[in-house]
């Protein structure tokens, strides 16, 4: 298979795939605390309705304002192109060099909070204050996680840490570490319990949502698509350092069974993670911001361990 | 068997060491308690799998003692002690959640740089083991210095005796049985005399911080 | 090109500046043409030295002093790049000056300010030319001179005073760096560069070490490097914006220089603690300048702390290259050096570009506060637009160019973590790793909130409100700036390879190329102009789609939901509220103040106050370390004092003691 071509695949298929794993994560939530919960794909038919709507833009905004989601919405689809979700070895795999993904996610963060403030209302401003605290005390511990894995791999792209993905777990025990430290790094990045309240309704205890709440139509849809899309990209991310590289396309094998079993393989990784962070969602409680210095220190912390024991053991 | 519990062997000394390194942000009684119950059984594990590996006999009986004394029974009763004497869950510090979690981390590595200067470090049987005795001790006495309340202090000296139990483990050849069972009966004592005390100060004060016990009363 | 075309053209850039000088000192018509001379003479020199470094040439010889002590004035490709520099913005400052020094109401004396910053800009650029001690002093002066008078040009009490302290901390400098060339001369101040690089292989250790921390004083406090910084913050923002952007963007490069330039001679002798000692300092000097950076609310003020940041990043860069050199990994010391200059090239682009936008900024809405400014994007988009990408790179983002250079050292820090070395080696790169993360990531926070709160929401203010866009000519330097970053960011490989490690190296021409073991070289593979199409094409992709799906035409203007209230802009987030996190955060190393006094309106009621807050954001530095020092200082003088007690009996018995002892030495 050209790589070319499983670029394209991989795109096709997370970029649809995305809005039905936030389905996912709230029909599982739902049913775990004993609700019935709308349908999976949900937020297919929402984000359908938000394209069809009309935007309402308010006069305090600037080009800025009109910028972001479609600055936020292309970080999130290069994001797509270039991490091993369903493929190793695509063509622009090459470029999945971790400093490289760390800047991106740092610069879609970044325009969505320029975003709230813009909006110039007080609850996007606290909104932009708080997101932008959380992404750039989270960077040390992205570092920490990555380094680790480069170190122990001996590959500085995404592309061939994962490679020597599930295998390396073994030989090297000390990135279960940076697994855990990532796993509190996605939660952080994704405004997931306990950092954030995706669903919440008080705009105190917003910190994702708050900055989005002046977008409406098809510039809301943008925005909520690309949460989507990086919530997707975090769980398949996490999902391909745990199992082994036999559920990921690769240039070499092309077998109508290897097909069949990375394809369900995808779905099973979606369906997994959306039910552990539904499971993990509903058993634990948000943290107060003020206290997001400890739970940063500790991502960070765990993280450092596990590049130290990488290195020293 | 013993080829599992040699793989498992860094896990059971990563497990000792981070749990006391983690109950150093922990504010709340319970995660405390159930973190020193996890640092205890993985260093009876460790020590069992010492016995296994050694094919020493007189290890078996420390790693039950160790399982069955510092990882069940003080806990419980510790978690009895505050159940009854009703006090506040949360405890005190005199330093916040984070920092206190880098000063342990600083604390490790200046324990990891200091390890080569000491004397008997050529002659201990395992120089992992020597490091994390001393790193858990370390963490032990930083918790007694830098927390305020009672409890925290029982349980910043349970941790010292649980590094003192691994240097034990990395030094000494052989420990006749009647020495390890006064030592865990000691430590039995200590920690129930230290749990009626706390409850009389709980009685008397109405707090368990210690900043109240500083002065002397008629 | 030929040599000596390119020799001439150096020293017309050189005469240039001096002709505008001159021409500036007839007054305020000659504002203009003195401007254009200076600005074509900045760019006949940037023009002239990238020539000079893209052909490769060994060293260009200037001229040569033969009355004046035998002074030669040279150039290589190390001080070509910082030349280029020099060049380039000075002359889109000047072009910036025109319309900025008329326009703006501080009262300066015109005919004084052009002169002396043409002054300045000569001096800069000898200091990059000469080869020997006695010329790079006699430039280093007037540079330093000449600034002193350029800080106080509004003649403010508030400028005076910055100016006084910078005069005081700059001439301190200047004496070490002239002490620490004594002592590597070993006596004469005579000496060329080539006779001190011979020395520095020669010289006893102790006279090594105190000639390093001489070096380092000197050309740190000129740099901004922590704990010599406090100056820093106070003038740069008290100069008029032109210059200083000249002062941030060029005149802490030529400190850098001057600094590398003895590390280059220094470094194969030194042992490996200085190295940590350049770490330790530089590695304060990022995180305090981060932190200071995000609560500042004074717009230059972040500016001015945001430069000491990158100072102290290029500075850790240079303190890993010595470690590096002395722990055998000489890989990771060609990476470091070729980082360091990178950076310094980016850091001039956007710090200048950044002031530039900051004094049209300041000039439209009247303040250089924060909290009174705000929607600026409506109202000047070119100049929003500029200074959004402006501040992206400062921020060290993707595409642009200063992520490249971040890039490059950090990867090099992981490989070499990945190579076999000893662990106190691999302890200190780990700790440089998230040290400089950290600082990077605080910069992002700070440049998001300059930005975010200058220019974006509703006005603050009515000054705010009536901002119109700048002149052209204030706003071309720079929105090409903003291009320049953007073409860096595209082109970075190339300038890497014209900065050109191998040669910067070569300069102390001993140190033996060697590839850099551990990880594959995944990093070659990136292209940076395919991550600026790349996300060029994502954006055009989007939008794209976005226009095949939804109707673009259906949207509606509204004021911002505000649940039934009336709000206005007072209710938005200000720069103190947003840094608030980072401010609580990291409480423990900034010691913020925050003071409240309630009043009571009334006596007899307890309940109803008045209540002021004043938050205290003085600088640690200031409080625990400058203050008490000149406490002393003065405590120390009022004692001494009391030997001018006026009494002729005790000046009588002095000179007689003072004969006393020097009969005693002399026999």
Redesign the interface.
């Known amino acids: 298979m050209s790589p070319l071509l499983l670029t394209v695949i991989q795109a096709v298929l997370v970029l649809g795939l995305a809005p039905l794993t936030v389905g996912l994560v709230r029909w599982f939530k739902a049913r775990l605390q004993g609700r019935q919960g709308a349908v999976p794909w949900l937020p297919y038919v929402a984000l359908a309705t938000m394209l069809r709507r009309e935007m309402v833009i308010s006069e305090s905004t600037s080009w800025v304002f009109r910028l972001v989601p479609f600055v936020v919405c292309a970080t999130g689809v290069f994001l797509v192109l270039i991490l091993p979700l369903v493929s190793t070895g695509s063509a622009l795999s090459a470029y999945s060099h971790f400093m490289l993904v760390a800047g991106v996610l740092a610069l879609g963060s970044v325009f969505l909070v320029l975003g709230g403030l813009d909006s110039a209302s007080a609850f996007g401003g606290m909104g932009s204050s708080r997101e932008m605290t959380i992404a750039s005390l989270v960077e040390p511990a992205v570092f920490a996680v990555f380094a680790a894995f480069a170190v122990a791999s001996g590959h500085a792209t995404i592309d061939g840490m994962v490679q020597t993905g599930g295998a390396a777990l073994l030989v090297t025990p000390a990135l279960l570490f940076s697994l855990i430290a990532l796993v509190l790094i996605a939660l952080a990045e994704n405004a997931r319990y306990p950092v954030d309240n995706p669903a919440t309704h008080l705009e105190l205890t917003m910190v994702h949502e708050a900055m989005v709440l002046e977008y409406s139509g098809p510039y809301l849809a943008m925005v909520e698509y690309a949460s989507a899309l990086r919530l997707t990209v975090f769980l398949l991310l996490l999902a391909n350092f745990t199992v082994p590289t036999s559920f990921l396309f690769h240039p070499s094998a092309w077998q109508t069974g290897a097909t069949a079993a990375v394809l369900v393989g995808t779905f099973l990784k979606l369906l997994l993670g959306s039910f552990l962070l539904a499971l993990l969602e509903t058993s634990i409680v948000k943290m107060r911001f003020y206290r997001m210095q400890e739970y940063l220190s500790l991502a960070f912390v765990i993280a450092l361990a596990g590049l130290l024991l990488t290195l020293f053991l | 068997m013993i080829a599992t519990l040699a793989v498992l062997e860094p896990l059971f000394a990563v497990v000792f060491l981070f749990a006391s390194v983690l109950a150093m942000p922990t504010f709340r009684v319970k995660s405390l308690l159930r973190l020193y119950a996890c640092s205890s059984i993985a260093l009876a594990l460790l020590i069992f799998s010492f016995a296994v590996r050694d094919a020493s006999g007189h290890l078996y009986p420390l790693a039950l003692g160790t399982l069955f004394v510092k990882g069940l029974v003080i806990p419980a009763l510790l978690t009895n002690a505050i159940r009854r004497s009703g006090a506040s869950e949360r405890l005190q510090s005199s330093l916040r959640a984070a920092p206190s979690l880098f000063v342990t981390v600083a604390a490790l590595l200046v324990t990891a740089l200091l390890i080569q200067h000491l004397p008997f470090a050529a002659s201990a049987a395992s120089a992992h083991v020597l490091y994390l005795s001393i790193a858990v001790a370390f963490a032990g006495i930083l918790m007694m210095v830098l927390r305020r309340d009672v409890f925290s202090q029982m349980v910043g000296f349970l941790f010292i005796e649980n590094g003192i139990a691994a240097f034990s483990l990395a030094t000494i050849v052989v420990i006749p049985v009647a020495i390890e069972v006064g030592i865990f009966s000691i430590v039995l004592l200590a920690v129930s005399m230290m749990a009626l005390l706390s409850h009389k100060v709980q009685e008397l004060y109405g707090t368990s911080d210690t900043a109240s016990l500083r002065e002397l009363t008629d | 090109m030929d040599p000596a075309f390119l020799s001439f053209a150096i020293l017309a850039s050189l005469a240039g500046t001096v002709f505008a000088a001159l021409v500036a000192l007839l007054g305020v018509r000659a504002h203009h043409f003195a401007h254009i001379l200076l600005a074509f003479s900045g760019a006949v020199g940037a023009v002239a030295s990238i020539a000079f470094v893209v052909q490769d040439f060994e060293v260009l010889e200037i001229a040569s002093v033969r009355l004046f002590f035998g002074m030669t004035f040279a150039l290589d490709v190390f001080s070509a790049i910082f030349f280029a520099i020099v060049g380039l913005v000075s002359c889109l400052c000047s072009v910036y000056a025109i319309a900025y020094v008329r326009q703006s109401h501080e009262g300066y004396h015109i005919a004084s300010l052009n002169a002396a910053t043409a002054l300045f800009v000569l001096g800069m650029q000898g200091v990059l030319l000469s080869t020997n001690v006695l010329g790079f002093m006699a430039f280093w002066e007037l540079m330093s001179i000449t600034s002193f008078f350029l800080v106080m040009a509004d003649r403010k009490p508030a400028s005076i005073k910055a100016a006084l302290f910078y005069f005081v901390m700059t001439h301190l400098g200047a004496a070490a760096i002239l002490t620490g060339f004594f002592v590597l001369a070993q006596g004469t101040i005579l000496a060329d560069f080539r006779t001190l690089a011979f020395s520095a292989q020669v010289i006893p250790a102790p006279a090594l070490a105190l000639t390093f921390f001489l070096f380092l004083f000197g050309f740190g406090s000129k740099a901004g490097l922590v704990p010599f910084h406090a100056w820093l913050p106070e003038a740069h923002p008290q100069a008029p914006s032109h210059i200083s952007a000249l002062m941030s963007g060029v005149m802490l490069k030529v400190a850098v220089y001057g600094f590398l330039r003895m590390m280059l001679f220094l470094i194969p002798s030194l042992p490996a603690t200085f190295g940590l000692v350049i770490i330790g300092l530089g590695l304060a000097s990022a995180i305090f300048g981060a932190l200071y950076a995000v609560i500042e609310r004074d717009i230059k003020r972040v500016l001015a702390f945001s430069s000491i940041e990158n100072i102290g990043i290029i500075f850790t860069m240079i303190g890993v290259g010595a470690y590096a050199f002395a722990n055998r990994l000489p890989g990771l010391l060609v990476v470091a050096l070729l980082a360091a200059v990178f950076h310094c090239v980016s850091h001039a682009l956007f710090k200048s570009g950044l002031f530039l936008a900051a004094g049209a900024i300041v000039h439209a809405t009247g303040t250089r506060s924060l909290e009174r400014m705000?929607?600026l994007?409506?109202r000047m988009?070119l100049l929003?637009?500029a200074f959004?990408v402006l501040a992206?790179s400062a921020?060290?983002?993707?595409p642009f160019g200063p992520?490249y250079g971040e890039?490059m050292f950090?990867?090099s820090l992981?490989?070499s973590?990945?190579a076999p070395t000893d662990?106190?080696v691999?302890?200190v790169l780990?700790l440089v790793?998230?040290a400089v993360?950290?600082a990077?990531?605080?910069a992002?926070?700070a440049m998001?909130?300059l930005?975010?709160?200058a220019?974006?929401?509703?006005p603050r203010s009515e000054a705010a409100e009536k901002a119109v866009e700048p002149p052209a000519s204030m706003n071309a330097p720079i929105l090409l700036l903003a291009l320049l970053l953007a073409w860096m960011g595209v082109f970075a490989p190339a300038l890497v390879s014209l900065v050109g490690g191998k040669d910067l190296v070569s300069a102390a021409n001993r140190l033996p190329a060697i590839e850099i073991v551990?990880?594959?070289p995944?990093?070659s593979?990136?292209v940076p102009a395919?991550?600026f199409l790349?996300?060029l094409a994502?954006?055009g992709?989007?939008?794209l789609l976005?226009r095949l799906?939804?109707?673009?035409k259906?949207?509606?203007?509204?004021?911002?939901?505000?649940c039934g209230q009336p709000?206005d802009?007072s209710?938005?987030?200000t720069a103190t509220?947003?840094?608030?996190?980072?401010r609580?955060?990291f409480r423990?190393l900034l010691r913020t103040k925050n003071t409240v006094v309630a009043i009571p309106v009334v006596a007899t009621n307890p309940w109803i106050c008045r209540r002021e807050l004043f938050l205290n954001l003085r600088s640690v530095w200031m409080d625990y370390g400058y203050l008490p020092i000149a406490r002393t200082c003065l405590r120390a003088a009022s004692i001494v004092r009391r030997v001018q007690s006026g009494s002729v009996q005790l000046y009588v018995a002095f000179i007689f003691l003072a004969l006393l002892v020097t009969l005693v030495i002399a026999l």
């Open positions: 705000g929607g994007a409506k988009p929003s637009g959004l992206l921020a060290a983002l993707p992520f890039w950090l990867q992981v490989q973590l990945a662990g106190a691999t302890g780990v790793l998230f993360v950290l990077s990531a605080l992002i926070f998001v909130k930005f975010g709160i220019t974006l929401g509703a551990g990880i594959r995944d990093a593979l990136v395919a991550v790349g996300l994502c954006l992709l989007v939008f976005r799906l939804s109707d673009a259906r949207e509606r203007s509204y004021h911002t939901w505000n709000i802009a209710m938005e987030y509220a947003f840094s608030a996190p980072i609580f955060f423990f």
